[in-house]
């Protein structure tokens, strides 16, 4: 269903953060990880990211499942490797407030790495929902 969607992932790979997010941001390209079935219907219009050295997109996706209005429209959507998490594709009516997600998601991983956010062309003008 129409909405804004977020979609958690992890970066470990060659290329970390960067190369990650261009994937993301770029219209098209092969299917290989869920989120790029997406890509086609969608305009991102911004990014949450980290360099933490640990693993913490299990506890992002339970700070978004917490934000009011979260729903889970593709049951295990990304999710693959957490079971625990209803899916790692969260849906709300509208942007969730980026402090509250960030103050949930630093909350739940003690010593967590600084949480960055930008937006993405196009939405700038717009500025950052609180």
Do not use: Q
């Amino acid at each position: 269903p129409p909405g804004v969607y977020a979609y958690l992932g992890s970066a470990f790979g060659p290329g970390g953060v960067r190369k990650r997010t261009d994937r993301h941001l770029t219209r098209r390209s092969n299917e290989r990880w869920n989120v790029d079935w997406l890509k086609p219907y969608c305009t991102v219009i911004g990014m949450w990211w980290t360099h933490d050295r640990r693993k913490v997109e299990f506890d992002w996706a339970g700070a978004l499942a917490g934000l009011p209005g979260a729903s889970f429209p593709a049951k295990g959507f990304g999710a693959a490797d957490n079971p625990a998490a209803s899916a790692h594709l969260v849906r709300f009516d509208r942007m969730p407030s980026s402090d509250r997600f960030v103050r949930a998601a630093t909350a739940a991983v003690p010593d967590h790495a600084p949480v960055y956010r930008a937006a993405v062309e196009g939405w700038a003008g717009r500025g950052w929902p609180a």
